[in-house]
């Protein structure tokens, strides 16, 4: 890489921004960071800025505000608070790329923002496409943005299609852990609690992400993220559960060959392979040896059990506003089991009661989905009461 990629990272103190400094910091000549964002945790935040000396630093919690100013102003860094700011400072044309790490709907926006500023996305906010997936990738061919996927899965089939673009896909296989409750029943679910539900056999993410894991209503929201990725009819898209985490995903090509991304669970692999395209750069992470896997396995999943999975193809079969209303209704639902109110099961019983009652729109503008959330998001907490 010839010139410094300039960096906003939006979400620096969750699991993927943070692993993204990490590939920063084992890049000083490739990269530099110009924007850091966090929604409350400011310590942290500061803590990164101080490090990694941004142009820009936007605390999302108004609130934190002056805690935040104080600790930066002298070290020259500009600061902002608040939704609307990071909205903007994603359009700075210092900025090269943006990496969009923020948990759930909050990315929407400052995604669209950045992608209408012709930035190139690195995309970690799958809620983004399933939300408005069709309104997004317009907005990115209109304006020549490219987004590259950084979720291990979608990296995976970015990857298998380098140098692959001009033959058409059969279909993608996306692969699942089936999570900590693989194999258990419903009557097993009815009981766990969130500390079982927090503990994935495989990969050290947020909270928010690995509950979803839990659930596989991950695995739903990637099957949307998918579709719109990748240009796909939902009968192209399978899942399999592949407890092992080594292949991430696989495309299956016309003449019957399939091409897959094998590797350990590490999440800088794919944030690193999104932040530097089209080069692969070194790294030191460690290497996968076969000998440690002697076998591995793949299951159908079960979507009787686990609802969320089934959830997620019927909103994309319906399409219209309804992935919106799937996801909004699930933020909801995860936020409430988190915080023991509601039980592992009954977060997809909300989700189907939404959907099935939230007004359906059939070509959703921008506002349209802006409504859709908010109506979701109450009708999801009166269902969690």
């Known amino acids: 890489m010839t010139d410094k990629r300039r960096i906003a990272i939006l979400g620096s103190t969750g699991s993927i921004g943070t692993q993204a400094l990490d590939v920063v910091k084992s890049h ?20 990164q800025a101080a490090e990694f000396r941004p142009n820009v630093v936007v605390i999302g919690n108004e609130a934190l505000y002056d805690t935040v100013f104080a600790a930066l102003d002298q070290l020259g860094i500009k600061v902002y608070s608040g939704a609307n700011s990071l909205a903007q400072v994603v359009q700075m044309d210092s900025i090269d790329l943006v990496l969009t790490a923020l948990v759930g709907y909050a990315g929407l926006l400052p995604t669209i923002n950045a992608i209408k500023a012709r930035k190139p996305i690195a995309l970690a906010n799958k809620e983004t496409l399933v939300v408005a997936g069709e309104i997004v990738t317009q907005l990115a061919e209109q304006h020549g943005v490219n987004i590259y996927p950084v979720d291990s899965e ?32 419903r009557k097993f679910l009815e009981t766990v609690t969130k500390a079982q539900a927090l503990k994935h056999p495989n990969w050290d993410m947020g909270a928010k992400i690995t509950i979803d894991s839990a659930s596989l209503m991950n695995k739903g929201l990637e099957v949307i993220e998918a579709r719109w990725l990748f240009n796909l ?3 192209q898209i399978e899942v399999v559960v592949h407890p092992q985490s080594i292949i991430h995903s696989l495309v299956q090509f016309e003449d019957g060959s399939i091409k897959a991304q094998l590797g350990l669970p590490d999440m800088r ?20 040896n ?41 933020e909801i639902v995860v936020a409430e089991f988190l915080k023991d109110k509601v039980g592992f099961l009954q977060m997809s019983d ?7 009652t939230v007004p359906f729109i059939d070509h959703p503008t921008y506002e349209d989905y802006v409504a859709t959330d908010a109506l979701t998001r109450v009708k999801a907490i009166e269902l969690s009461k």
């Open 28 to 47: 000083p000549d490739c990269f530099e960071v110009e924007v850091l964002s966090a929604q409350n945790n400011a310590e942290l935040l500061i803590k």
């Open 154 to 185: 979608h990296s995976a089939i970015f990857q298998c299609l380098v140098g692959e673009f001009h033959n058409p896909i059969e279909k993608i296989i996306l692969t699942a852990s089936g999570g900590p409750f693989r194999g258990k029943d």
């Open 233 to 235: 009819k939902v009968e």
């Open 269 to 288: 692999i794919p944030i690193q392979f999104a932040m530097g395209f089209p080069e692969r750069l070194r790294s030191d992470f460690p290497r996968f």
């Open 290 to 330: 076969f000998m440690d896997y002697p076998s591995l396995t793949f299951e159908k999943p079960d979507m009787d059990t686990f609802r969320n999975l089934g959830l997620a193809f019927e909103a994309l079969k319906k399409q219209g506003n309804m992935a919106c209303i799937l996801n909004a209704a699930n």
């Open 350 to 356: 909300i989700v189907a009661e939404c959907m099935a």
